[in-house]
């Protein structure tokens, strides 16, 4: 059974820093991928970072990179977003979900992702 818990989220001013963790157990062998989404009140999901297993090769939706970084903790099964220089328009549920052997051109697709964790509320006041 996969399970992704998520943790870290919070309140923060405007140009503050966050980082978020998401802990994966059960089946963490072969190829995959987790990622981050997020999900501001009244909109879709959207794609923020993903990283891959084993390379650990890294992915940013657009605008995001330099200002969050994935990164990962093997012996703990852990991925982090550190996210910094947040601003209102960051607030959401954020959320880690994993897909299991994938490919660059789909790391950022939705349903590409099985398994989901049950999200953390990030909010940041301007």
């Known amino acids: 059974q996969v399970q992704l818990v998520e943790s870290g989220g919070g309140w923060v001013q405007t140009g503050g820093s966050l980082r978020l963790s998401c802990t994966v157990s059960g089946g963490t062998g072969g190829s995959y991928a987790v990622a981050w989404f997020r999900q501001a009140p009244g909109k879709e999901h959207e794609f923020v970072a993903a990283l891959r297993r084993p ?15 994935m990164s990962r903790d093997n012996a703990k099964n852990t991925v982090y977003l550190q996210m910094n220089s947040l601003k209102p328009e960051d607030t959401g549920v954020y959320y880690c979900a ?4 994938p490919i660059a051109s789909t790391i950022s697709a939705k349903y590409r992702y099985a398994y989901w964790g049950q999200g953390t509320q990030v909010t940041v006041s301007s």
Request: aromatic fraction near 16%.
């Open 55 to 69: 390379n650990g090769a890294t992915y940013y939706g657009d605008s995001l990179k330099g200002r969050f970084t």
């Open 98 to 101: 994993r897909q299991m052997n």
